[in-house]
Structures are given as C-alpha cells and as structure tokens.
Nanobody, 115 residues
C-alpha cells in the first residue's frame, strides 16, 4: 500500500510561484511512475506532469510546459512540482499520483491563483 501526502498549496497572485511536495511511503516505490494531476469543480481530473523514480520525465501537460517542473528526491521519497508564472487557470486542487498497475492518490492540496 502506497501512501501519498501533498503539501505546499495556497493562494498566490498571477505571475507568482508555488512548490508542491508529495511525500510517499510504502513498499517498492521505485516501481511507480509518480505524477501530478489537478481538478476543478465540475471537471474531470487532468494530467499535469509525471516522472519515474529514476528521474526520467514522462511528460507535461501542454499548458504548463515551460512553467512547471516536476522533480524527485529519492532520499526523501518526495516528488515536487515547481510552478512558476502561475495563471488564474491553474487554480485547482492538485493531487499526487503513484501508478504501477494500480493507482494511488493523495488527499489533494488547493492552489488558488488570483488575478
């Protein structure tokens, strides 16, 4: 069983930055692709970025390319999402995901970008 705990969300003005963290625990974490997703009310959860535990970046959502950076610290079992030049449309609940056949999710962290 994989457990994921997100932190780092908050309120920021457009153009600002935030760094989200996802602390992971559980067996054989190195098997999992780690990702960030986001969701706004009434919409489906959407992919943002993903990375393997070996550091290979899988992909980014087109709308965040050049602004967001996913990374990981294996020693801390933590995955990060650095978000720069935030836009109001980035406002959402951000979820950490671990995927290897099964999907595991964190509880989510709210990111609100004001104009």
């Amino acid at each position: 069983q994989v457990r994921l705990v997100e932190s780092g969300g908050g309120l920021v003005q457009a153009g600002g930055s935030l760094r989200l963290s996802c602390a992971a625990s559980g067996p054989t974490l190195s098997r999992y692709v780690m990702g960030w997703f986001r969701q706004t009310p009434g919409k489906e959860r959407e992919f943002v970025a993903a990375i393997t535990w070996s550091g290979q970046i899988i992909d980014y959502r087109d709308s965040v390319k050049g602004r967001f950076t996913i990374s990981r610290d294996n020693a801390k079992n933590t995955v990060y999402l650095q978000m720069n030049n935030l836009k109001t449309e980035d406002t959402a609940v951000y979820y950490c995901n671990a995927r290897f056949g099964d999907d595991y999710w964190g509880q989510g962290t709210q990111v609100t970008v004001s104009a």
